[in-house]
């Protein structure tokens, strides 16, 4: 028996030896085909390099891509357990030219993967082929295939298309035959639909263009696309024919089944099957960011979570029984897809919290189903208006009821709950019509209505594609705005944020293969994204697609602000008592604003109090954690909420930073606040925090205003200009002015030395200095780096911490400054006898365009004309410390 795990490492290994680059799979959301609600192949991540937009690296490259089809156009969750064969998640092989090579290349590759490296009998294999593709036909004849086993087929079966237009073209399908045991006929028979011939593997050949008018003319760059899925090509080469009897389906099915003390072989097995699958897509959809909702891709999600978690409850799962099956998983797929060991701990309280808020629901529906099926006639269907009410006041949604009712053989009359549902809506719009709302707002609530909410991505990415749903100009919809007009612009998805919860909106760029507009800002009604913009080249056209780009510094500088308030927040409530609680705030690229419940001013003592308590924290460079919890049990690990939120069935909960033994929020954790904006990914991304000053805001509500990374450094440095001056004006030879020329002189001397050690915080805790791992340099550990916003006076103290850091290595350290260029190398004191920072700094310097430079060796310093050599003078570094002997 080979594993799942070998199959995938034998497949990804045989085409890295042939040239192909190993490439990681994409995330479950597609950040590149605004068509898609998940990745459901292996080329989606790479349509634009087939379409010549995108160029990389590598030519070839070979994938495991992890897929959901759950949603949508790919839709398979109702067949999920009842079939061999259909999977929410899956796994899809593929190899990849990017126009390198072509058929004569891509057929012996499959040929001796499948019968040499797989060894699979090649009398069971047979092959199909586009009618037309003779070319493909003499391959296969060529790699040994007897022409009777190649069927040329005519339809689209083996003519592959992207879209109605855009790249396409003929393909090749791998079958094996299964044995004249089990009914079917080859592909192209009246037989084929059933078991005996299984498509193993599909190798397309993307050498077309089809246009709008159905013209079709060869691609300048031809390529490759193939795919075969790991379960069904591991089920053929362990023996199997059925997909869930592979060794890690089969673990996960015994996981459930000793969860439950249910038989996994007997009449429970359907729901093991069901439980096993649901497991793999909802936890790597967690993972990958997708948390259950009422709308989008979390709608989905929650659908696949509460599907299983129906079939957990007929094995008579009396408590929650996902959660304990995601140790299993981690172990069975963990080491090839990382991602499952980072998000175990989300992903096991995302389906304890929902599994355990869902079985009040599934109980109390089931119940009131039965009830409902009492006093229908034997083998009538649900009336729609039975079922949206089960919907509508009990939560039971409608796919639940469906698969209940798919088990006593009957049906919903669907037809009769639609009309409900529009029904229920045309009254909420009413209602909402009268709510005093601005009258133009009525656009968003159809738009909302008619194509549902946006779709943000921004919690882990600024740039994904969507497509543009609508336009606005001067308060009437268009279908097209040329350049020169301010618009409102809606697309499906988006990683712009919209303001809310007192951050302000991002800014950016959308472009489309028509024009480019200018987003100057972003806000929410309705649910739907609502982008602020210019038109600044060409025109932009409701329905084209469009790639959107937040501005990175500024969501940067405002990621920032963000988790600073939330810090400040909590250091507040330690300096002056319980009774602080949040008011309002602003959380802006250039400075963050924070009211809150006070009735005194601060004292100068309580301010260097609290500011110091924050940059503590920044310093300790911890994790910001996100997790979705219900309200209730939010506030029950003591999340403070936000003020002026509105919450709903779950909330987003922010935690950052370790606080000393007992004085956290919960014993441990610093800061716990319900919180749906964006933050930083560590504090120490933060860089510094700087206390403007504090003023009342209102009666009982003080106000404090702040800055933060750059920002509270330059504040920091025009101070100390200001001191500077002050001493240069008190010179009158009198003693008291003298006294006082020495105190501020003294503080003029702690505040440099305070910013000398923040901007090296910054370096070290959010900035350059510390974001490349050490290289490996003939075993040596040679770390280098270029870093902004320090002086060449920083870098001796940088490089210590940085050795200690290493423990054994060599650290090299260009800081850019004002077109200079300071230089520091440094190396630790194990490694000295056979290699000194001086030849080292000095190899270095000469590549920048400085000369000499000197010190110890362990520790010199040099300068240079520019930074902008940085590269070049690492690898002279390295060839110094490559040579040591």
């Not at 479950?28 to 609600?37: A, G, H, I, S, Y």
């Not at 003519?159 to 079917?184: A, K, R």
């Not at 001067?474 to 350049?483: L, R, V």
């Not at 500077?724 to 702690?750: F, M, N, T, W, Y």
Request: hydrophobic share 40%; aromatic share 6%.
């Amino acid at each position: 028996m080979t594993s799942l795990n070998d199959i995938r490492s034998t497949f990804l290994n045989y085409f890295e030896r042939n040239g192909h680059t190993i490439v990681d799979s994409s995330p479950l959301v597609p950040r590149n085909d605004p068509t898609l609600m998940f990745t459901n192949s292996g080329m989606v991540q790479f349509k634009n390099l087939f379409t010549g937009v995108e160029r990389r690296d590598y030519v070839r490259a070979t994938t495991s891509q992890k897929c959901v089809r759950a949603g949508g156009k790919h839709n398979d969750l109702d067949n999920v357990g009842y079939t061999a064969r259909h999977h929410t998640f899956f796994e899809m092989l593929g190899n990849f030219s990017f126009g390198d090579y072509f058929k004569t290349e891509a057929i012996p590759f499959a040929w001796e993967l499948i019968t040499k490296e797989f060894g699979i009998d090649p009398s069971r294999l047979l092959t199909t082929i586009y009618h037309t593709d003779d070319e493909a036909f003499e391959i296969w004849k060529k790699v040994g295939v007897p022409e009777d086993r190649i069927i040329r087929i005519a339809t689209s079966d083996n003519f592959w298309q992207m879209g109605p237009t855009g790249p396409c073209g003929p393909c090749t399908e791998i079958f094996y035959d299964h044995g004249d045991h089990i009914w079917g006929g080859p592909p192209g028979s009246a037989e084929e639909d059933g078991d005996r011939f299984i498509e193993i593997w599909n190798v397309v050949f993307m050498q077309n263009e089809q246009f709008e008018d159905g013209s079709m003319v060869p691609l300048d760059m031809q390529s490759i696309d193939t795919g075969m899925g790991l379960e069904r090509i591991g089920a053929l080469l362990q023996g199997k024919h059925d997909n869930y009897d592979t060794d890690l389906m089969r673990a996960l099915i015994e996981a459930s089944a000793h969860a439950t003390n249910v038989d996994p072989d007997g009449a429970g097995n359907v729901h093991h099957r069901v439980i096993a699958d649901h497991l793999r897509s909802t936890s790597f959809l967690i993972a990958d960011g997708v948390m259950p909702s009422n709308d989008g891709r979390g709608y989905v999600l929650r659908r696949i979570m509460r599907r299983a978690m129906r079939h957990a409850h007929l094995l008579g799962a009396k408590d929650p029984l996902m959660h304990r099956l995601v140790g299993e998983l981690v172990r069975q797929m963990g080491d090839a897809y990382p991602e499952l060991h980072h998000a175990r701990a989300l992903i096991e309280e995302t389906l304890r919290a929902e599994e355990t808020r869902f079985k009040q629901t599934l109980d109390r529906g089931l119940k009131l189903l039965d009830e409902e099926l009492a006093d229908l006639p034997e083998g009538a269907n649900l009336s729609g208006t039975a079922a949206f009410k089960l919907y509508d006041t009990y939560g039971f949604p409608l796919d639940l009821t469906q698969d209940a009712l798919r088990e006593k053989g009957r049906a919903v009359d669907t037809d009769g709950f639609d009309a409900a549902m529009a029904e229920q809506k045309a009254k909420a719009r009413a209602a909402w019509a009268g709510s005093g709302e601005a009258a133009d707002a009525t656009i968003w609530y159809d738009l909302a209505e008619a194509e549902g909410v946006t779709e943000f991505l921004g919690y882990d990415t600024e740039v994904a594609e969507g497509r543009v749903q609508a336009i606005v100009s001067e308060g009437d919809k268009t279908q097209k705005a040329e350049a020169g007009v301010k618009v409102q612009i809606v697309v499906n998805q988006t990683p712009f944020y919209a303001e809310s919860g007192g951050q302000v909106g991002d800014k950016g760029v959308l472009a489309t293969e028509t024009g480019k507009a200018k987003i100057t800002d972003t806000k929410k009604v309705a649910g739907v994204f609502i982008h602020f913009a210019d038109v600044v080249e060409g025109s932009i056209e409701v329905g084209k697609g469009a790639e959107l780009t937040v501005e990175h510094e500024r969501r940067s500088a405002i990621r920032a602000n963000h988790s600073a308030t939330h810090l400040l927040h909590e250091a507040l409530r330690n300096a002056l008592g319980e009774h602080v609680a949040q008011r309002g705030s602003l959380n802006a690229p250039d400075r963050l604003r924070f009211d809150f419940s006070h009735g005194n001013a601060l004292s100068a003592e309580q301010i260097d109090r609290v500011e110091a308590e924050v940059n503590r924290m920044i310093r300790q460079n911890s994790l910001v954690e996100t997790r979705i919890m219900t309200p209730d049990d939010a506030r029950a690990i003591g999340a403070q909420a936000l003020f002026g939120e509105k919450y709903g069935d779950e909330v987003r909960v922010v935690s950052m930073g370790e606080a000393p033994t007992g004085k956290g929020q919960n014993g441990k954790t610093y800061s716990i606040e319900l919180c749906g904006g964006t933050h930083v990914r560590q504090t120490g991304d933060i860089g510094a925090f700087v206390v403007l000053g504090d003023s009342a805001s209102s009666a009982g509500v003080r106000r404090v205003e702040a800055l933060t990374g750059e920002k509270a450094l330059a504040y920091l440095a025009d101070q100390e200009r200001a001191l500077s001056e002050i001493a240069a004006a008190l010179k009158a030879p009198v003693g008291e002015a003298v006294d006082k020329v020495k105190a501020l002189l003294e503080e003029r001397k702690a505040l440099a030395n305070e910013v000398a050690q923040l901007r090296r915080e910054l370096a070290m805790s959010g900035g350059d200095a510390s974001s490349d791992p050490a290289r490996d340099v003939g075993g040596i550990a040679f770390k280098a780096q270029v870093i902004k916003g320090v002086t060449g006076k920083d870098l001796p103290a940088l490089i210590d911490e940085m050795k200690a850091e290493l423990g054994s290595g060599v650290v090299l350290l260009v800081a850019d400054a004002g077109g200079k260029a300071a230089v520091a190398a440094g190396v630790t004191a194990d490694l000295t006898s056979k290699v000194s920072a001086v030849d080292v700094l000095r190899a270095a310097v000469a590549e920048l365009g400085g000369k000499g430079g000197g010190g110890r060796p362990d520790m010199a310093q040099g300068g240079g004309a520019s930074a902008e050599n940085a590269d070049a003078a690492f690898a002279a570094a390295e060839s110094v410390i490559g040579g040591a002997k």
